[in-house]
């Protein structure tokens, strides 16, 4: 029985999202110190869209459920701990899988007026 | 952790701990604090809070959708079903808004007038034991209170108080302060359980005749004149040229007697002061019942005691009849008593109005209902269950009502924020009243139930239609229109009979209230201002009348005046002063002896308000103190005590021991006192100067407006003395006009409601008949067409749409009928069954229904038979 709209268009249901694209790269590029709080800042400050912890937390715990990221509790000097995310070796795959197929679609276009190879 | 100050708001975190995904909850919070802080620094407060509140909805709607997924199937399907109603309404936006706002005008109404209900009548009093404490009587002695206190069984405190504004003066740099001060005896706070915000409540002690004096102040006083000063306790001001000591301070929400106090003294009482001991009456009391006594069984044993007051108390013995008209009641209904009336009267037209709503809802659904009836037949055909069909129609109106409660408590609460300034100083308890979460929930009770009772009609109407003959009639069956139409017909004809009903008992109250205005007082008002003047009360009484002759003659000789008088009260002012008194030429019982009202005024009074002089003469400048003891008494007291002859050279006098006779010297006109309405009392006048009181009342008379002369009285007055502070200034028609304030609120509260019934009977009438027309295009067309003419039609589609009026209206006057016994209590100088108000109120409806009708009217006199044969 199909359960999803996207199953029923064909769609692969481990497709990144765009959010999900987005929420890998920004944990990848802080490294250790990835937690919900810093991942929003980046993603604001890199695409200019503010979202909300809640999709972002959302998007991590998905993430984490198809096994594209882990997480672990860790303390900091304040004495509280964090729930900080990496993203594993199926994740990074993941990635490179995308940016590979974006680049064969981007080869040769030149609809936004600039040079791309 | 963070300075408190880059924390976000307490309510929205609270929120958020409530949503916040489970095990994670504390993490995620406070990441949210800190990027909350950091947008602080960055954008400012407003920008920070706004993202904040983003967050939180954010995380409640990951909540809801979350816990959906984990919800049972009925509560899925519930939520499913809510959402569809909402979904369908937004289809219909003019129906959506209009049954909307019916029910939020309809609810809110009715919660307002509920939070008014239980804030006043039905929440116990704040006080410990609230439901063992009673009034006694009303104006006792103080005397008396004594015998009481000694001897009554089923009373276990008693303590008095004086229910009349002292009025002492603090004094302040060059000038004094009138302070609105009540006298309370010890004990009697701490009864009502008052806790002071610093020192202590007064001590029994502090009561006794030659103690230090002392005082407790409100803390408005205590904020605004002595910057809130916690060392305040201890220290001495000066009250009335008189140093007392402050011993505490009380919270701005204690409202006890009024609630308007500044300040308390001691209630003293010195027995050697026979006359004002036993003779002056105004003390009230308040007690506690022992155990188990009842009001009833106490207010038994204080009628026993009467006997024993009787003979302990050395200057008067009221009759016993006198003291049946008092007793013991709950000290709730003893504060309350007089609104009761009023209150029930809103409740009861408030309901009304909800069921106007409910109707007018009802008929909203009712037409749409029909509307889809052809997609709910397809639908039943294709197989869709009856519970499922009728749980969607039933969900409409459960959303409508959810919603439109929510409207309504916002409604309710706005309405309170705007009333509440003129609540507080019309009726009691008025700063206990709130949209609480015991409205709300009624709020809620009533939209949900409002919805459900509306949705029901069409729901039950949708399950009895049989798909197949609807689905052959094809949406154009007349048979349709008229099913409908009988049960529309109906709700209409009752919201009429509601708006009647309401216009009716507005109509009511507003000819009593402009009876009242009509009503002479037996004194002009016109052009006169009054204004108090507080003596402090160590003052000498002789040095008091050179005060009074030199206020007169400055007063008097300002520009524009035309009279000048002072006196120790005044008809509808705030003190009134009434006595046991002997007659002598009259047969009384000396056991019996009536307590009458009784003025002290100088010379000018009767001139400068316009009262006329009967017989003899009135005070001149001779009748001062040392001379010839005189007074002059109204046409009332001399019709009653001396029938038949002239008063004039009868004799009257004070109760007490040693009290001197006065000789009557003249007849004047009577006044009404207290309200406009009520019948007049026996009262009597003696010369302010033979007999000086501590608060005089000046008034003055002027050629112009009133308010504008009152800087130069001021001025004048403190040309005398500039320690004598004037206070409550005020033309004298509003004196008159606050006696009938409260009636005014509850007249302009039912007119609101009114207007909202005819509004919603108007719209009731108005849907039928348009409805009705739009049904009956074609049929409309066909006759246009074989030759009637428009004029023909239009006045068909009125007299049928007045044939829902005029039931209508005869259901409400027999509804207003029903509601005079309610309304009798409130109304002076107009029958219940007014004769125009009975002739005028459908006229008037129907007046409103014809106009409702003329649109229809008109679209049906102007169907063009020609496009409708084209179309069909």
Not at chain 2, 89 to 113: E, K
Not at chain 2, 170 to 182: F, I, K, P, V, Y
Not at chain 2, 215 to 234: C, H, K, M, Y
Request: charged residues 20%; positive net charge; proline residues 6%.
């Amino acid at each position: 029985m199909v359960t999803s709209l996207r199953e029923a268009i064909g769609m692969g249901r481990d497709t990144l999202g765009e959010l999900e694209h987005q929420t890998l790269l920004a944990a990848l590029r802080l490294g250790d110190g990835a937690y919900t709080a810093p991942i929003v800042t980046e993603l604001e400050e890199r695409t200019g869209r503010a979202h909300t912890l809640a999709a972002v937390y959302i998007v991590l715990r998905r993430l984490e459920d198809k096994g594209l990221v882990r997480s672990s509790l860790e303390d900091t000097p304040g004495g509280r701990d964090r729930r900080y995310f990496g993203v594993t070796p199926a994740g990074l795959e993941r990635l490179r899988e995308a940016r590979l197929a974006y680049e064969n679609l981007w080869a040769g276009l030149d609809v936004l007026g600039e040079r791309r190879s | 952790m963070t300075d408190p100050r880059q924390r976000p708001p307490a309510l929205w975190s609270w929120l958020l701990a409530r949503v916040l995904p489970e095990g994670e909850g504390p993490r995620l919070a406070h990441e949210l604090e800190t990027l909350y802080a950091a947008r602080l620094a960055r954008y400012g407060s407003a920008k920070a809070l706004a993202w904040y509140r983003r967050q939180v909805v954010a995380f409640t709607l990951a909540a809801t959708s979350r816990s959906l997924v984990a919800a049972p199937r009925q509560a899925r399907a519930a939520v499913g079903d809510l959402l569809l109603a909402a979904r369908s309404l937004s289809r219909a936006p003019f129906l959506g808004v209009t049954a909307l706002a019916t029910l939020a005008i309809g609810i809110g109404a009715s919660a307002l007038v509920f939070s008014l209900v239980d804030g006043v009548l039905l929440r116990a009093l704040p006080y410990p034991d609230a439901d063992r404490l009673v009034a006694v009587w009303d104006h006792v002695t103080r005397g008396e209170l004594g015998v009481i206190r000694e001897e009554a069984r089923s009373l276990d405190a008693v303590r008095g108080y004086l229910d009349v504004d002292l009025g002492v003066n603090l004094e302040r740099d060059g000038g004094a302060q009138r302070l609105a001060t009540s006298l309370v005896e010890p004990g009697l706070f701490d009864m009502l359980g008052a806790s002071p915000l610093v020192g202590r409540l007064f001590l029994p002690e502090e009561a006794a005749p030659g103690r230090t004096e002392v005082t407790i102040l409100g803390e408005g006083l205590w904020r605004a004149r002595f910057g809130a000063d916690p060392e305040i306790v201890g220290r001495t001001i000066v009250l009335d040229g008189r140093a007392h000591e402050v011993v505490g301070v009380l919270p701005v929400e204690w409202t006890f007697p009024r609630p308007t106090d500044q300040l308390w003294l001691p209630l003293g009482w010195d027995p050697t002061q026979v006359g004002p001991f036993w003779g002056a009456g105004g003390v009230r009391a308040v007690a506690r019942l022992s155990s188990g006594a009842k009001p009833a069984s106490a207010q038994e044993e204080l009628r026993a005691l009467s006997p024993t007051l009787s003979r302990r108390n050395p200057l008067w013995s009221p009759s016993p009849d006198y003291r049946r008209q008092a007793g013991v009641v709950p000290l709730r209904d003893a504060l309350t008593g007089d609104v009761r009336g009023a209150l029930g009267l809103l409740l009861a037209a408030v309901a009304v109005m909800l069921l106007a709503a409910c109707a007018n809802v009802a008929g909203l659904l009712i037409t749409r209902a029909v509307d889809r009836q052809p997609l709910v037949a397809l639908r039943a055909a294709l197989g869709a269950g009856r519970a499922r069909l009728a749980r969607e129609s039933l969900a409409e109106g459960a959303l409508l009502g959810v919603v439109g409660a929510a409207g309504g408590a916002i409604l309710a609460r706005a309405g309170l924020a705007v009333l509440r300034p003129t609540l507080l100083a019309r009726i009691p308890r008025a700063s206990e009243i709130s949209v609480d979460g015991r409205v709300l929930a009624l709020a809620a009770v009533m939209g949900v139930v409002t919805g459900l009772v509306a949705a029901a009609a069409p729901t039950v109407r949708g399950l009895r239609g049989d798909p197949g003959s609807i689905l052959r009639e094809g949406g154009r069956g007349a048979g349709r229109g008229r099913r409908r139409a009988v049960l529309t017909r109906i709700l209409v004809t009752g919201q009429i009979a509601a708006a009647v009903v309401l216009v009716a008992s507005t109509a009511l109250l507003a000819r009593s209230l402009a009876a009242i205005g009509r009503t002479d007082p037996g004194f002009s008002t016109e052009g006169v201002l009054t204004a108090e003047v507080t003596f402090p009360s160590t003052a000498d009484p002789s040095a008091a009348t050179g005060t009074y002759a030199g206020i007169l003659e400055r007063v008097g000789a300002l520009p524009g005046v035309t009279g000048a008088a002072l006196a120790g009260s005044i008809p509808f002012g705030r003190r009134n002063e009434s006595y046991a008194t002997y007659v002598d030429e009259a047969d009384l019982d000396p056991n019996a002896l009536p307590m009458i009202d009784s003025d002290r005024v100088s010379p000018a009074y009767f001139a400068t308000l316009g009262i006329p002089l009967l017989e003899g003469r009135v005070f001149g400048s001779d009748d001062r103190a040392g001379g010839e003891r005189v007074a002059i008494v109204d046409e009332i007291m001399a019709r009653t005590y001396w029938p038949d002859q002239s008063p004039i050279g009868g004799r009257i006098r004070y109760p007490w021991v040693g009290a001197p006779w006065f000789q009557i010297v003249g007849v004047v006109g009577s006044v009404a006192d207290d309200r406009l309405g009520e019948e007049r009392r026996p009262r009597w006048y003696v010369p302010l100067d033979q007999n000086p009181a501590g608060e005089v009342v000046l008034v003055v008379s002027t050629e112009g407006v009133p308010t504008a002369l009152a800087p130069a009285v001021r001025a004048a007055v403190a040309e005398v003395d500039p320690g004598l502070p004037l206070s409550r200034v005020s033309p004298y028609g509003r004196l008159i006009g606050a006696s009938e304030a409260r009636t005014l609120l509850t007249t302009r509260l039912l007119a609101g409601f009114a207007v909202v019934a005819l509004l919603l009977g108007c719209l009731g009438v108005y849907g039928v008949a348009a409805q009705a027309v739009r049904e009956r295009t074609r049929e409309i067309g066909v006759r246009m067409a074989l030759g009637a003419g428009s004029n023909t039609i239009a006045s068909d589609v009125l007299i049928d749409g007045l044939r829902l009026a005029v039931p209508g209206a005869l259901a409400g006057l027999a509804g207003a009928l029903a509601a005079k016994r309610v309304l009798e209590g409130m109304l002076t100088g107009v029958r219940a069954l007014d004769p125009l108000v009975l002739a005028g109120v459908p006229l008037l409806v129907g007046i409103v229904a014809v106009a409702a009708l003329w649109l229809p009217a008109r679209r049906a006199a102007r169907v063009d038979p020609v496009e409708v044969m084209r179309r069909s």
